[in-house]
């Protein structure tokens, strides 16, 4: 429970899958957003496998493998964020806006393949997994494996926790119905966080 409430907390802080989630429910709604998560959540099982499987500590070693992570990460968070700025400003007719036009032209799958891509080029998630999650492991109380499976899939359940408390607010913005120019205002800031997100991502030491 110890483990789970810290858990808690560090899904809880803001980053990029958290901001995608919060959009996507302004665009989307909340159940849209929570099928977005999933993307995210697979991505993170697959880190949680591989910790499991012993590889954990070998891939945050690696220096090469963190660096190629990083500008993984660096490229894709750029990518969504100068896209999402353009859409803000592309003329759209009717009204909704640039919002409507993503909402219309996106699709679930490729709501949860962008939570997939950035959660699985970031290299904060691998060192949560590979440095975070083993120090509540206790060796006294043997079948490590097993303990770093359990203390894997509750962090899952704290990530799908604080997915759904921006997912859920980001719903009750769309229910405010914002203007045109408001959600313009919304992409704008969301695809400069984005990019700001990026550019940190490049001067952090891998």
């Not at 992570?69 to 806006?97: C, D, E, N, Q």
């Not at 109380?141 to 990530?159: D, K, P």
């Amino acid at each position: 429970m110890g483990f789970l409430a810290v858990a808690l907390l560090v899904a809880l802080t803001p980053g990029a899958n958290n901001l995608l989630a919060l959009r996507n429910g302004m665009v989307h709604g909340f159940a849209g957003s929570m099928v977005g998560v999933c993307g995210r959540l697979v991505a993170f099982a697959v880190l949680v496998v591989a910790v499991v499987a012993g590889l954990g500590p070998l891939l945050s070693a690696s220096e090469w493998a963190l660096t190629v992570i990083k500008w993984a990460g660096v490229a894709y968070l750029a990518y969504l964020g100068i896209t999402t700025l353009w859409a803000s400003f592309r003329p759209v007719a009717g009204a909704g806006g640039a919002v409507a036009e993503v909402s219309a032209a996106s699709s679930v799958f490729s709501l949860a393949r962008k939570e997939f891509l950035v959660a699985i080029t970031n290299p904060k998630a691998v060192l949560v997994f590979t440095a975070f999650v083993p120090q509540f492991v206790v060796a006294e109380r043997g079948a490590v494996t097993a303990q770093l499976a359990v203390l894997g899939a509750f962090y899952l359940v704290a990530e799908a926790v604080a997915a759904g408390v921006f997912a859920a607010a980001g719903s009750v913005i769309k229910a405010v119905r914002l203007s045109q120019r408001a959600h313009r205002r919304l992409d704008r800031a969301t695809g400069g966080v984005l990019l700001g997100m990026a550019g940190l991502l490049v001067v952090e030491p891998t």
